[in-house]
């Protein structure tokens, strides 16, 4: 990704509104409730079909090959379905999920004057602030995160991490590792499922990126007429989320309606992106998703992406196509130009990044 060339527009902390104890939410947060959707299912209806699947990463990895087969099954059915499944048995230690999660609540109550030393500057995209914001007329997201390339270690702004707290820099350090090591093999099973040249997935992402999006959500007395962030499929292969407090607010679009994710304790949410659907020919879509607001409590989570490597070209893999019979949905760009749209507009659902590669 090029980050030198995306707009920033900087916008304010919402964290800092909501400490002034703001009676008027300001209308740039306030958004046409008649397109909001409210309807949506709850996950816990007693059918199927409206529960996310669950995926078990121990039985997929390391199972007997009855037990390894079906969760593969099951795999390639929530991928090509659903888009998002919910991890368990994931292998990434409790001790270091609890310590980012008190890690990245310590470092959202920062003081400001402190928050400022690593916030996001004219070229930088990096640190606390914003994306996605383009004109300063566009509805914004009540929300604040902190963004971080963690890997490549080559691509790390050392300046930014130097000034993240050290023990949360520790704790980031060895997530991101449990995450890569996971993501991995993950990629490896999508490709057995999807009868894609394992060496073609493993060629991609052999010095693949990893960024992390850390989001904080303060609570909003007009929760029903704002946006924790606006819908969008993400432009990453796989983007692993930890929740990191028990408040619900990401939502999926499946069958045209809005299903509420209620994210099982400990387990890590997995969602298709652009990127894969590419790849994968659109064999494996990407979902559209956001995130709603709690009127009374905050939220936070962490989103880690994996992209293919910075300096390749992708397209649909070559495995996966074979024309006329098969013929590629999608043309081939270079990671950086596709990355260089992407944060070149503001998100609005889907369309933008898939339209951009679509032949
Ligand atoms: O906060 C969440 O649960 C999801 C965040 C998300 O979709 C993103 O950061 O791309
Ligand atoms: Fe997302």
């Known amino acids: 990704m090029s980050s030198g060339s995306s707009p920033i527009v900087s916008v304010p902390s919402v964290h800092e509104l909501v400490k002034e104890k703001i009676t ?64 368990v048995n994931h292998g990434i230690s409790s001790l270091v999920i609890e310590k980012l999660k008190s890690e990245i609540r310590n470092l959202f109550e920062l003081p400001l004057e402190e928050k400022k030393m690593i916030w996001q500057g004219p070229g930088n995209m990096e640190g606390f602030g914003q994306h996605f914001v383009v004109s300063d007329d566009q509805k914004l997201d009540w929300s604040d995160m902190f963004f971080i390339t963690a890997l490549p270690i080559n691509m790390r702004k ?71 962030l606006s819908p969008h499929s993400d432009a990453a292969a796989l983007t692993i989320v930890l929740q990191l407090n028990e408040t619900e607010g990401l ?43 709690n009127p009374t409590i905050e939220r936070l989570s962490i989103a880690t992406f994996h992209s293919i490597n910075s300096d390749a070209e992708f397209g649909p893999a070559l495995s996966l196509i074979d ?30 990044n898939l339209d951009f590669m679509r032949i």
């Open 323 to 352: 024309p006329p019979r098969k013929p590629a949905l999608f043309r081939t760009e270079t990671v950086q130009k596709y990355y260089q749209n992407f944060f070149a507009q503001k998100l609005n659902g889907k369309a933008n």
């Open 251 to 293: 939502q999926i679009r499946n069958d045209g309606k809005w299903v509420s994710v209620k994210a099982i304790p400990g387990a890590l949410v997995v969602n298709i992106g652009d990127m894969i659907e590419i790849l994968s020919n659109g064999a494996y879509p990407s979902i559209e998703h956001r995130v709603m607001v």
């Open 158 to 228: 050392p300046q930014l991490f130097a000034g993240i707290p050290l023990l949360l820099r520790e704790a980031l350090e060895a997530y991101s590792l449990g995450i890569k090591n996971l993501t991995m093999s993950l990629l490896g099973k999508m490709a057995k499922a999807l009868k894609m040249d394992s060496d073609e997935m493993e060629g991609l992402f052999n010095d693949c990126s990893q960024r992390m999006r850390i989001n904080y959500y303060p609570p909003c007395p007009k929760s029903q007429q704002v946006l924790g």
């Open 24 to 87: 008027e939410i300001p209308d740039r947060y306030i958004r046409d409730t008649s397109n909001l959707d409210h309807e949506y299912h709850d996950s816990d209806d007693s059918s199927a079909k409206n529960n996310i699947p669950v995926i078990d990463l121990e039985s997929l990895l390391y199972g007997e090959s009855d037990s390894a087969n079906s969760e593969l099954e099951n795999l390639h059915s929530a991928c090509q379905h659903w888009g998002f499944f919910q991890l």
